[in-house]
């Protein structure tokens, strides 16, 4: 039976495009459907509206519109930095990152490796954070660039990006984040961060997927990534998604105006999540607790339980959540950012990951965590090693 209601916990992997930025994109569908690289006034008058949210998503980033152009997605503008970084700089092949980014990083990283480019992968430690002084000697003199994502997309880690940037700009080598799940979570400055390349998603940010935007400094030299016209002032081929534009344009508005309500609201309904779940089913404990974390992600691991099982229990009652990355569904290998921390194998896949938004509710957190609570005990009288194990439970810090 199809439950009656959705319980939508897996906001890291998308988000629901909100009201307001699917009503600021249907005129550009069936009315101002126009070219807005057209001489003619009815496709040359939307370029008015690629700018104008193009405005709003350098605001939301403290950047000048200038520095902004549009992609198709994260990984599009994850991938344009590093390769704009290499192209420019033909006498460096050596790129810095880290063991726990996302796929959209690791996997061209390894490509590039076919093409006689070598990657440095960084380790971090239990709580998914990098050392800064390993950073520092990692670089290179024929580092081309240092990639490092803003906050884990898993267990929602934040990393000191800004002291990062201090330490690249001593070095002389470019730095880019992959900021995707920090948008309108936690604020983004730019200028503060002392980034050369920024990248973020739609999807992301309550608006569609098929869209992103990469921040190029202005004193920094780029290579296109996707060649074609001269859209996006020769940086980027293509005609632009007007309709996808606006919406993330509406989106990036939106998001500033609920920057507050993630650090309160959501961030309360994570921790209430997480202390009722830590003390309500023993052998249980948060990934990541100790360090800095986004306000709205909880990765959580119960010992004896395999997370595919718990997934599909939940399902059944509307429960929508994930045990990582929506890119790496399908894989039979934990996680490796779970397994970069120092979990067993087991306990990667014991781990579920948890992601909220300003939508969900006290009602639906306690929902989902006694459906957990109700999940985990059944999955675990089936396990013979849960039987003859002690419970505990972890108290998770705050």
């Known amino acids: 039976m199809t439950p009656s209601k959705v ?4 906001n890291n992997a998308t988000t629901r495009v909100a009201p307001e930025v699917l009503q600021a994109m249907l005129p550009f569908f069936t009315e101002q459907w126009g070219n807005p690289s057209s001489a003619y006034s009815f496709g040359s008058g939307i370029a008015q509206y690629v700018a104008y ?11 000048d519109p200038r520095e902004v152009i549009f992609t198709s997605c994260g990984t599009e503008s994850d991938n344009a930095a590093i390769y704009s970084a290499l192209q420019t700089q033909p006498g460096k092949r050596h790129v810095l990152t880290t063991t726990v ?7 061209y990283c390894r490509s590039l490796e076919k093409q006689g480019v070598e990657t440095t992968y960084l380790p971090v430690d239990a709580q998914g954070l990098l050392d800064l002084e390993q950073l520092e000697r990692a ?5 081309a660039v240092v990639s490092i994502m803003f906050a884990n997309n898993e267990t929602g880690v934040i990393f000191p990006i800004a002291e990062m940037g201090a330490i690249c700009r001593k070095h002389g080598v470019l730095f880019h984040t992959d900021a995707v799940q920090a948008a309108g979570k936690v604020p983004l400055d730019v200028r503060a961060l ?11 940010l309550n608006a569609p997927k098929g869209i992103g935007i990469l921040f190029i400094d202005k004193q920094t030299k780029f290579q296109p990534f996707v060649v074609g016209g001269h859209q996006e002032r020769n940086r980027r081929g293509g005609t632009e998604n007007v309709p996808y534009v606006v919406g993330f344009g509406r989106a990036a508005e939106l998001a500033m105006s609920r920057i507050d309500e993630e650090q309160t609201h959501v961030r309360e ?27 709205n992600t909880v990765s959580i691991s119960f010992d004896f339980v395999e997370a595919e099982a718990l997934l599909m229990l939940l399902d059944q009652v509307g429960i929508c959540a994930s045990t990582g ?47 957990l609570r109700q999940s985990v005990q059944r999955l675990r009288s089936f396990s013979p ?11 998770a810090a705050h």
């Open 194 to 204: 002392g980034v050369n390349f920024l990248s973020l998603s739609a999807h992301k």
């Open 325 to 371: 990355s929506a890119c790496t569904t399908g894989s039979l290998d934990p996680s490796h950012v779970l397994a970069a921390m120092g979990l067993t194998p087991a306990q990667a896949r014991s781990s579920l990951r948890l992601s909220l938004s300003v939508d969900n509710t006290e009602e639906e957190v306690l929902f989902l965590a006694e459906h």
């Open 269 to 295: 309904l994570r921790d209430l999540l997480e202390t009722t779940l830590l003390q309500t089913i023993p052998d249980s404990r948060v990934n990541g607790v100790q360090s800095p974390r986004l306000p």
């Open 139 to 143: 670089i290179r003199p024929d580092t």
């Open 53 to 63: 949210a193009r405005r709003k998503l350098a605001a939301l980033i403290n950047a």
């Open 101 to 107: 980014e996302h796929s959209a990083i690791l996997n």
């Open 385 to 395: 090693l849960a039987k003859t194990t002690p419970g505990k439970v972890a108290i």
């Open 7 to 10: 319980y939508y916990f897996d």
